[in-house]
C-alpha cells in the first residue's frame, strides 16, 4: 500500500533522515520506534507531505506522492494525526470534525462519517458543543484521530499519540487505536512507548539516527535487546 | 585557554536539590548530582525528562525555583548567563545559530573578545580564534561565510565559540543531531580532545546514544525531572529502571 | 459649560463613527489573523472604491445602492489581486519585506489616484435629510451607514461562524498546518480571505463616500486610525477590534466637541499611546 525507498530529508543543513525504505500493507498496522531524535516524526512528515524529501520515492496504492504538497496526500487517502495533536482549540469539537470532513469526498459522507467516530469515540459526542481548547489530553488525542477519520482515510499515521498522556490514558488510547484498526483502517504509528505500542502492532521498524537499524514482526523485536541498545545506547 | 590552576579540590558542578518549576509543571525535581572535574558526564533521559531545563538552569537562561548549583565555591543559581559565562562556563546550543553577517573566523573573535573574563585586544581575541578553528577543524577558510557551512561545520562552529569563551566547564547539547556517522564520529572525538587537549570539563546531552555511551565516563539518568540512574555507562545501561523509562512502563492492568 | 445635548449628540455621532470604523478594523483584522500579513494599504483600497463609487453615482447617475454593489465586488476582487500579485510571493520572506511590499502599494495607489483624478476633493451629494431627535442633530447618512456597518459585521461574523469555508478560515487562522492536514490548500483559504477582506472594504468605501469627500491622501487620515484600532484591540483579535473602534471613535467625537476637531484625535491617540504602555498587547491578547 505505502512504498517509502531510500527517502533522504531533513530541516535546512540537518540531515534527520538517511536513505530510509519502508512498506505497509493494506490492513497492516506498523509501528516506528525509536529514541527521541531519531527522525519519526520526521518520517511522518514527509509520507504526510508536510515535508519534500530530498532524495528517495514515495508511493500509496501505485500512485506517486513524493513531494506532493499536504493538502493532495490527504486527498489520496492518507490522513495524519500530527504530533502534539494540533487540534483548533477555539473551534467547537462539532467543528474540529468538520474541518476533517474538508475534502469533498468526505462531506459527501458526512453524516456516516460522523457517526462512526462518535461509535469509536462517545466522549466526543457528549462534548460536542465543547471547545476543543477545554478538553483532557486524552479527549484531545481523541479528537485529533476523529478528526483525521473524518477525511474517510485509508492509511492513518498517528505520531505519538501517547505523549503527555497519563500511563492509564495510554492504555485506553491503545485500546481505541485497536478499535480503529479493526475497522479496516490501516496504521502507522510512531511511539516512543515502545512496550505498548509493540502490543498494538503486526510489525515494526526501528529508526536510530535517521536509519532504519532493523525491522521485524512485533512478537520478535520485544524480545530484542537490539530495541534496549537503541534507545540505551550499550 | 581553558586550563585549571585552582586549589586542588576544586569542585567543578555540585548540583543539588535543584527544582524548577513552570506553573503548576514540575520540570524538574530535587536533582542532585556532582561533576568531577576532567570528566565527560553524560545526561540522558527520554522526551521531557527535564535534561533542557537543566542545562538552563546552569547556564542562567533559567532560575531556579530552589535548590542550589555550585561552581567551585560560587552558587550559580540566580546569575546572569553573561556572568556565569565570564565565571568559566560555556554552552553551545543544539540548534546553532551563528552570526550570519560575520565569517566564520569573526564568530569565534567575538566569543574569544567579549566572553572571556578579560577582554583582550582585538588582534588577541583573532589569534586565538584562529587557534580554536585549527583545534575543531575550521582553519582552511577562516573568512568565508558561514551560510558555507553544512551540518558538521555549523556544530563544529557552535563547538569553537563556546571554547572562545575559555571555559573550565563546557555544557555541550546535543552536539551529534543532525550529523552522518563519520561527522558523528569527528564530533565525539572532538569532546574527547577538549577534554584531553584542553582539560575542560564536559557535561553532555544526547540523544544518539551509542556514540555518548562509549565516550562518556560517567552518566546521569532523567525520567520526568528525577534523576532515576547514575553510574558507569555499562551499569546505567542496564539498569532495569533506565530501560523501562525509555521503553515505556509495563503497566499493570487494574 | 457645554451643553449636554451637544455632548450627547457627540456620543452618538461617535457610535456612528465607531460603526464603520469597527468594519474597516475587521477587515484589516481578517486578514492579518489569517495570512500574518497587515495590508498597510488597506485604507487605500478603500478610497479606490470610493472613487468607483463617486465616479458610478455623482457622474453617471447610478443609484447608491448599485455603486455600492459594485464597489463590493470591486473590493472582492482588488483584495485578491493584491494577494495574488503582492502577497504570495513574499509569503515566506522577513516581515519587514511585507511592510514595505504594502507599503509600496500604498505609495502606487496613492500616486495612481493623483495621476487619474488629481488631488480635488470628490463627494457625493445626495439629498439626504438631518434628523432631529430630541434636539440632537442626526445626519440620514450617518445612520444609514451605521446600520449598514452593523449588518455587514453580522453577516461576516454568521459567515465565519456557520459557513464550511467560514470555520476554515478561522481553522486556518489557529493553524495553517494543520488544516494543510485536512485537505485545504492554504492558497484558496488566503485568496477567499482576501476576497472577504476586499469585499469588506468595498463595503466601507460606500459607507464612507456618504459622509465624507475622496481625496487621493485619504488613507492618510483613515489608515492610522485603522491600525490603531487593530493594536488596541489586539492584532489579529475581532472581538478586540470592535470593542476598540467604539472607544476611539467615542474619544474623538467627544473630545471633539469638548475642545476642538484635532484635539479629539489627539486625545485618541495619547490614550491609544498609554494603553499600549500599559497593555502592549492590546486590550485583548491576540486569540490562539
Known amino acids: 500500500m505505502l512504498e517509502l525507498r531510500n527517502v533522504t530529508a531533513g530541516y535546512g543543513a540537518f540531515t534527520a533522515l538517511w536513505d530510509v525504505s519502508l512498506d505497509v500493507a493494506a490492513g497492516e498496522a506498523v509501528a516506528v520506534v525509536g529514541p527521541n531524535g531519531a527522525g519519526k516524526t520526521t518520517l511522518l512528515r514527509v509520507i504526510s507531505g508536510m515535508i519534500a524529501p530530498r532524495a528517495g520515492t514515495l508511493t500509496f496504492e501505485g500512485a506517486s506522492l513524493t513531494g506532493r504538497p499536504a493538502y493532495e496526500v490527504v486527498a489520496h487517502g492518507i490522513a495524519h494525526v500530527p504530533e502534539g495533536r494540533r487540534i483548533f482549540p477555539m473551534l467547537t469539537v462539532a467543528d474540529n470534525l468538520k474541518m476533517g470532513a474538508y475534502l469533498k469526498v468526505a462531506r459527501r459522507a458526512y453524516a456516516e462519517s460522523l457517526e462512526r467516530v462518535f461509535a469509536l469515540f462517545p466522549v466526543l459526542s457528549e462534548r460536542r458543543r465543547q471547545r476543543a481548547g477545554s478538553l483532557s489530553g486524552g479527549e484531545q488525542q481523541m479528537l485529533a484521530v476523529g478528526r483525521a477519520l473524518m477525511s474517510r482515510p485509508r492509511l492513518v499515521l498517528l505520531d505519538e499519540p501517547s505523549m503527555g498522556l497519563a500511563p492509564v490514558m495510554v492504555l485506553r488510547l491503545f485500546d481505541l487505536i485497536r478499535r480503529v484498526r479493526e475497522e479496516g483502517y490501516t496504521i502507522l504509528i510512531v511511539e516512543q512507548n515502545v512496550r505498548q505500542v509493540l502490543k498494538l502492532v503486526d510489525r515494526a521498524y526501528l529508526l536510530e539516527a535517521g536509519h532504519l537499524k532493523m525491522e521485524g514482526r512485533a512478537e520478535a523485536l520485544a524480545e530484542q535487546d537490539f530495541v534496549r541498545k537503541a534507545y540505551v545506547g550499550l | ?254 | 459649560m457645554i451643553d449636554p445635548i451637544f455632548l450627547a449628540e457627540a456620543a452618538v455621532n461617535g457610535l456612528l463613527l465607531g460603526g464603520v470604523l469597527a468594519l474597516l478594523a475587521l477587515g484589516l483584522n481578517l486578514i492579518f489573523g489569517v495570512i500574518d500579513i497587515v495590508w498597510i494599504a488597506y485604507v487605500d483600497l478603500v478610497m479606490i472604491c470610493m472613487y468607483a463609487v463617486y465616479f458610478l453615482v455623482q457622474v453617471y447617475g447610478w443609484p447608491i445602492w448599485i455603486g455600492g454593489l459594485v464597489s463590493v465586488g470591486l473590493g472582492a476582487l482588488l483584495g485578491i489581486a493584491v494577494h495574488v500579485l503582492i502577497i504570495s510571493p513574499i509569503l515566506g520572506s522577513a516581515p519587514v519585506n511585507q511592510l514595505l511590499a504594502t507599503g509600496g502599494l500604498l505609495f502606487f495607489l496613492q500616486s495612481f489616484a493623483t495621476f487619474l483624478w488629481t488631488t480635488d476633493h470628490r463627494s457625493v451629494r445626495l439629498t439626504l435629510p438631518t434628523l432631529e431627535y430630541g434636539g440632537m442633530f442626526l445626519s440620514f447618512a450617518r445612520l444609514v451607514a451605521f446600520a449598514v456597518a452593523l449588518l455587514v459585521m453580522l453577516g461576516l461574523f454568521l459567515f465565519l461562524r456557520h459557513t464550511y469555508i467560514g470555520t476554515a478560515i478561522r481553522a486556518v487562522s489557529q493553524d495553517r498546518e494543520a488544516m494543510a492536514l485536512m485537505g485545504a490548500n492554504p492558497r484558496t483559504v488566503y485568496v477567499v480571505t482576501s476576497a472577504v477582506g476586499g469585499a469588506l472594504a468595498g463595503v466601507a468605501a460606500a459607507l464612507l463616500i456618504i459622509q465624507y469627500s475622496v481625496h487621493p491622501f485619504f488613507g492618510a487620515a483613515f489608515g492610522p486610525l485603522t491600525f490603531m484600532i487593530c493594536v488596541l484591540g489586539g492584532l489579529g483579535n475581532m472581538i478586540g477590534a470592535f470593542v476598540a473602534a467604539f472607544i476611539m471613535s467615542e474619544i474623538i467625537s467627544i473630545g471633539g466637541v469638548v475642545w476642538s476637531t484635532e484635539m479629539g484625535y489627539v486625545i485618541a491617540f495619547v490614550i491609544f499611546i498609554i494603553m499600549i504602555f500599559v497593555r502592549p498587547g492590546g486590550l485583548f491578547a491576540r486569540r490562539a
Not at chain 2, 3 to 30: D, E, I, S, W
Open chain 2, 1 to 254: 585557554m581553558g586550563g585549571h590552576l585552582g586549589a586542588p579540590h576544586f569542585q567543578m558542578l555540585t548540583v543539588t536539590g535543584l527544582t524548577k518549576r513552570f506553573g503548576g509543571f514540575t520540570a524538574l525535581n530535587a536533582v542532585s548530582f556532582e561533576v568531577k572535574e576532567g570528566e565527560i558526564l553524560g545526561l540522558i533521559g527520554p522526551n521531557g525528562s527535564g535534561k533542557t531545563t537543566l542545562f538552563n538552569c546552569v547556564s542562567g537562561a533559567l532560575t531556579p525555583s530552589s535548590g542550589s548549583i555550585r561552581f567551585g565555591a560560587q552558587e550559580l543559581a540566580g546569575l546572569t548567563p553573561d556572568r556565569i559565562c565570564h565565571l568559566g562556563i560555556a554552552r553551545t546550543f543544539q540548534i546553532p545559530r551563528p552570526f550570519r553577517k560575520l565569517t566564520i573566523l569573526e564568530n569565534v573573535a567575538v566569543a574569544a573578545h567579549f566572553g572571556a573574563a578579560q577582554r583582550s585586544s582585538e588582534a588577541e581575541a583573532r589569534r586565538r580564534a584562529l587557534e580554536i578553528l585549527g583545534l575543531v577543524g575550521l582553519a582552511t577558510t577562516p573568512h568565508a561565510p558561514t551560510t558555507l557551512l553544512g551540518a558538521g561545520g555549523l556544530k563544529k562552529l557552535e563547538l569553537a565559540r563556546a571554547l572562545a569563551t575559555g571555559p573550565k566547564l563546557l555544557l555541550a547539547d546535543e552536539s551529534l543531531g543532525g550529523l552522518d556517522s563519520s561527522e558523528m564520529a569527528g564530533a565525539a572525538d572532538l569532546l574527547r580532545r577538549i577534554r584531553g587537549e584542553l582539560h575542560i570539563t564536559i557535561v553532555w546531552v544526547e540523544h544518539i546514544m551509542a556514540t555518548l555511551m562509549r565516550v562518556v565516563d560517567r552518566v546521569v539518568v532523567l525520567d520526568h525531572g528525577e534523576k532515576i540512574a547514575e553510574g558507569k555507562p555499562r551499569e546505567v545501561a542496564e539498569d532495569p529502571k533506565v530501560v523501562e523509562a525509555y521503553l515505556g512502563e509495563k503497566v499493570v492492568l487494574a
